[in-house]
C-alpha cells in the first residue's frame, strides 16, 4: 500500500465514531459534566463524514449517513425531548418547550457542521432537504405537531391574564411564539394557522364580553377611554411578543368588538354621546372620538353627520334668536333692527370659527368634516333675517367694517382677519350674485361720500374675494377703486383749468368726479330743471371735458347729489346739508313766497314719488324748514310750501336726509334680469357647439357653466359724477351725483328657470323640438 492510499472506513465504524461524538453532544445539551468541543474534536468528526463520503463505491456511504442523520434527531427527540415536555402542563411546559427547541436548534448547528459535506456535494446533486431543514423538520413533525395545540391553548391563556391586569412573563411568550414562526422556516403559516387564528378567536370574544357590559354602565368618554387603552395595550403586546404582521389584525379584532358593533349606540347615548361632546365642547373627548372611529371602515361618517347635524341644529337656532330680535324692535327705529341683524353675522362668524377649530384640530383636518361644515353652514347661511338675505347682511356687515363712523370697532389687523372670515362666509352664500350686487351699490357709496375708513382694507377684500371667487367676480369693483384715483387726477386738472381761464369761472368752488359707466351701480336719473346757477356749473365742467376727450358722453345723475346751503333764518344763519333735489327745491323758494305742490313738481321736472320725499323730508322730518298747509304728517297734490323764515336749531349745521329708497327689490329684479341673460347666453353657446342635444343633456350641461362666472357686457358709456359749492343769495350749494353699472354673475342653477328659458328660446326661433322626439332640440343657425 502506497502512502497516497488510504484506509477504508465501514459504515458500522465510521458511524461508531461519530455516535461517540452526537452523544457527547447530547450530554453538554442535558447539562451532563462534559468537556466541550475542542477544535481537534471538530475536525475528526468533519473528516470522518468527509472519508466516508468520498470512498469510491461501494463504500460511499453518503446515502446512508444522511439517513442517519435525521434518525439521530429522531431518536433523541423520542427518547428525551418529548417526555420532557409531556410531564409538564402550563406555563412550565411551555418554559420546557422552549427550552428544548433551543437545544435542538443548537444540535442541528453542530451536526450540520459534522455533516457539512453532504450539504455541499451529495444533498445538492440529490436535489434533498438541506441538513439544517431536515433537522427543524424533525421537531416540526415529532414535538410541534403533537403539542401545537396545548401550547396555543397556554398562550393564549396567558394573554387574556395579562388583560385582567396579572403579571406574565412576556420574554417566555416572545420565546414560545417565535417558535410558531420559526418552524414555518420562512413561511408564516403555521404561526397563522395553528396560533394567530385562535388568539384573534379568543380575543374577538374576551373583548365582545367586555364592550357588552361597558356600553351599559360607562358614559361615552369613558367607553371611550377604555377602548383607547385597551388598543394601545394590544398594541403593546405585538411590540413584545407577537410578530408584527398580526398588529392590523389584532387591532381591527378589538376596533370592531369595541367601536363598529356598538358604534351608532355609543355616539347616540343621552347626556355624553356626540350631541353632548359637541354642546358642552368637549375637545379632548372628541379628538379621542376622531382618532378612534378613524380606525373603522367609514366610521367617521356617524360622526361627521352628527356634526353637522349639531352644527345646523346651532345656526339654525340663530337664525331664529335674530328673527325674534328683530320682529321684538319692528315698533322700535329701523337702524336699531339693523344692528340686531349684524349681530347676526357677527354671531354666524363666531360660530364658523368655534367649529373650524375643531375641523383642524379636534377632526385633524380631515376632508368629510369640511364638507360637513360646508353642509351645514350652506343650510342657514341661506336663510333670511328680517326680510334680509344673507349676501344682504354679509355686504352690510362688510359695509360696517369698512367704512367710516360704522358699528364694527375695530383695529387694522382685526379687521383683515375679520374681511379673511367674511370672504370664507361668502363660500357658503348661494346668492353670491345678490351679495355682489349689494356689495357694490355700498362700496360706490363709500367711495363717492368719501366714507371709506381705509383704501388698504377695500382693496384687501377685494384681493381676498378675487382669491374666492376669481377675477370676473371683482373686476368692476375693483375698476371702482381705481377710478377714484383717476377722477382725483382729473378734478386737478379741473382745478389748473379754471386757474387758467378766469373766463370759464363758474362762480363758485366746482368738484367734479368723472367715472366709467361699466365699473359703477345703476342709479335712476332726471332731467332735473336746474338752477341757472348750477347749469352754469354743469357747462363750465363740460367746456373743460371737451379740451380732454370729444368721444365720450357725459350723462349727469342727480339722484344721489349732496348741497351745502346757507339757510338765512330769522334768529341766524345755519348750514344745512341736503340733497341735489332737496337744494334745488328750496332754492325754488328765493323767487318765490309759497308753492303749490304741483308747481314745485313741474319746475324741478320730478316724478310724483321723488317730490313727495324731498318735500316729506323738508316739511313733515325732523328739520321743518318748509311750513306746510295744511300741516299734516302726509304730503298731498293740494299742498302749498312757504319758507320756514323762524327756523332754528341748536346747530350751526345740520343735515336733512331723505328718507331711504329700498333698493332690495330693485337688485332682486336686476339680478333675476341677468341671470335670464345668462342663461339664454349658456343655452345658446351650448347648442351652437353641440348642434342637436337632448333636453337632460342641455339642462345639465348648461347647470354646469351656469357655476361659473359671467360677465355680462353693456353698452353704456361715460356717467359724470359731479360735487360743486354755489353761492346765491341765501345758500351756499354742494352738489354730488353718481353713476351706473350692469351686474357680473356668479349663477346659481334653476332647473326650473333653464326649462323655462329654453322654451322661451323655441318661441323666438334659436332652438326647435325635434318632430320625431319632443325631447330632442335642435339649434336653428
Not at 276 to 297: G, T
Request: hydrophobic share 35%; net charge neutral; charged share 30%.
Amino acid at each position: 500500500m502506497t502512502m497516497n492510499e488510504r484506509k477504508t472506513i465501514d459504515l458500522e465504524q465510521g458511524w461508531e465514531f461519530m455516535q461517540k461524538g452526537i452523544t457527547k453532544l447530547k450530554n453538554i445539551l442535558e447539562g451532563l459534566p462534559e468537556p466541550q468541543f475542542s477544535s481537534e474534536d471538530y475536525m475528526m468528526l468533519y473528516t470522518t463524514i468527509y472519508n466516508m463520503c468520498t470512498q469510491k463505491p461501494p463504500h460511499d456511504y453518503s446515502q446512508q449517513l444522511y439517513d442517519k442523520y435525521r434518525e439521530s434527531f429522531e431518536e433523541y427527540i423520542s427518547s428525551t425531548v418529548l417526555p420532557s415536555i409531556r410531564e409538564k402542563h402550563d406555563e412550565f411546559m411551555l418554559r420546557e418547550l422552549v427550552k428544548r427547541w433551543s437545544n435542538h436548534k443548537v444540535m442541528v448547528r453542530w451536526l450540520s457542521r459534522f455533516f457539512h459535506y453532504l450539504d455541499r456535494y451529495f444533498i445538492a446533486r440529490r436535489s434533498l432537504p438541506p441538513l439544517n431543514e431536515v433537522g427543524l423538520t424533525c421537531f416540526r413533525d415529532l414535538v410541534y405537531t403533537e403539542l401545537n395545540g396545548k401550547v396555543r391553548d397556554a398562550v393564549i391563556t396567558l394573554i387574556d391574564q395579562e388583560r385582567e391586569g396579572e403579571q406574565i412573563d412576556r420574554a417566555l411568550l416572545k420565546n414560545v411564539l417565535d417558535i410558531f414562526v420559526e418552524i414555518g422556516m420562512g413561511q408564516m403559516d403555521y404561526y397563522e394557522n395553528d396560533f394567530e387564528t385562535a388568539m384573534l378567536k379568543d380575543t374577538a370574544a374576551y373583548y365582545s364580553r367586555k364592550a357588552s357590559n361597558w356600553i351599559l354602565e360607562d358614559s361615552c368618554p369613558d367607553y371611550m377611554l377604555k377602548a383607547e387603552e385597551c388598543l394601545k395595550r394590544e398594541k403593546d403586546r405585538v411590540s413584545h411578543y407577537l410578530h408584527s404582521s398580526s398588529e392590523p389584525k389584532l387591532l381591527e379584532k378589538v376596533q370592531h368588538e369595541l367601536l363598529s358593533v356598538y358604534a351608532n349606540q355609543l355616539l347616540e347615548k343621552e347626556h355624553s354621546g356626540c350631541h353632548a361632546l359637541l354642546r358642552d365642547d368637549k375637545v379632548e373627548d372628541l379628538s379621542r372620538m376622531f382618532r378612534l372611529f378613524s380606525k373603522i371602515p367609514r366610521g367617521l361618517d356617524p360622526v361627521s353627520n352628527i356634526f353637522k347635524q349639531h352644527v345646523t341644529a346651532e345656526g339654525t337656532a340663530l337664525v331664529k334668536l335674530a328673527e325674534d330680535a328683530a320682529s321684538n324692535k319692528k315698533a322700535e327705529k329701523r337702524d336699531v333692527v339693523g344692528l340686531q341683524e349684524q349681530v347676526f353675522v357677527r354671531k354666524v362668524i363666531e360660530l364658523h370659527d368655534k367649529y373650524l377649530a375643531y375641523v383642524n384640530d379636534c377632526f385633524q383636518n380631515h376632508t368629510l368634516f369640511h364638507k360637513s361644515l360646508k353642509e351645514a353652514f350652506e343650510v342657514f347661511c341661506n336663510k333670511g333675517v328680517a326680510g334680509s338675505s344673507s349676501a344682504e347682511l354679509l355686504a352690510t356687515f362688510c359695509d360696517n367694517i369698512l367704512k367710516k363712523g360704522g358699528s364694527e370697532k375695530l383695529s387694522d389687523e382685526a379687521i383683515e382677519e375679520m374681511l379673511e372670515k367674511v370672504v370664507k362666509l361668502l363660500a357658503y352664500i348661494s346668492d353670491k350674485d345678490l351679495f355682489a350686487e349689494f356689495y357694490r351699490k355700498k362700496l360706490a357709496r363709500r367711495l363717492l361720500f368719501d366714507k371709506s375708513a381705509n383704501d388698504d382694507h377695500e382693496r384687501s377684500i377685494l384681493t381676498k374675494l378675487k382669491q374666492q371667487c376669481g377675477g370676473q367676480f371683482t373686476s368692476k369693483m375693483e375698476g371702482m377703486v381705481t377710478d377714484l384715483t383717476l377722477a382725483r387726477e382729473n378734478q386737478t386738472s379741473f382745478e389748473e383749468y379754471l386757474s387758467n381761464n378766469p373766463n370759464a369761472n363758474p362762480g363758485i368752488d366746482l368738484t367734479v368726479t368723472v367715472l366709467t359707466t361699466g365699473f359703477w351701480p345703476s342709479y335712476k336719473s332726471f332731467d332735473l330743471n336746474l338752477p341757472a346757477e348750477m347749469v352754469k356749473c354743469v357747462e363750465v365742467f363740460r367746456e373743460f371735458y371737451q379740451t380732454k376727450t370729444k368721444h365720450r358722453k357725459l350723462t349727469w345723475i342727480y339722484s344721489l347729489g349732496t348741497c351745502n346751503l346757507l339757510g338765512k333764518f330769522e334768529s341766524r344763519t345755519t348750514e344745512l346739508i341736503v340733497t341735489t333735489y332737496q337744494a334745488s327745491a328750496l332754492l325754488l323758494f328765493n323767487s318765490s313766497d309759497r308753492l303749490s305742490y304741483s308747481e314745485i313738481m313741474t319746475q324741478l321736472n320730478l316724478s310724483d314719488d321723488d317730490v313727495v320725499r324731498l318735500l316729506h323730508s323738508l316739511s313733515c322730518a325732523k328739520y321743518k324748514i318748509l311750513n306746510k298747509e295744511p300741516n299734516t304728517k302726509t304730503i298731498s297734490p293740494t299742498d302749498h310750501f312757504e319758507f320756514n323764515s323762524k327756523f332754528t336749531d341748536k346747530m350751526r349745521r345740520i343735515k336733512i336726509p331723505l328718507p331711504p329708497v329700498d333698493e332690495k327689490k330693485k337688485v332682486i329684479e336686476d339680478v333675476d334680469k341677468d341671470r335670464r341673460y345668462a342663461i339664454d347666453a349658456s343655452i345658446v353657446r351650448i347648442m351652437k357647439s353641440r348642434k342637436v342635444l337632448g333636453h337632460q343633456q342641455l339642462v345639465l350641461e348648461c347647470v354646469e357653466q351656469l357655476g361659473r362666472m359671467f360677465k355680462v357686457h353693456n353698452t353704456l358709456f361715460s356717467f359724470l359724477f359731479f360735487f360743486f359749492v354755489f353761492v346765491c343769495e341765501s345758500f351756499v350749494f354742494l352738489n354730488l351725483t353718481t353713476l351706473a353699472l350692469n351686474e357680473m354673475l356668479i349663477l346659481q342653477p334653476d332647473f326650473k328657470a333653464i326649462k323655462k328659458r329654453i322654451e322661451d328660446l323655441i318661441t323666438r326661433d334659436y332652438l326647435e323640438r325635434d318632430k320625431s322626439n319632443p325631447n330632442m332640440f335642435r339649434y336653428l343657425a
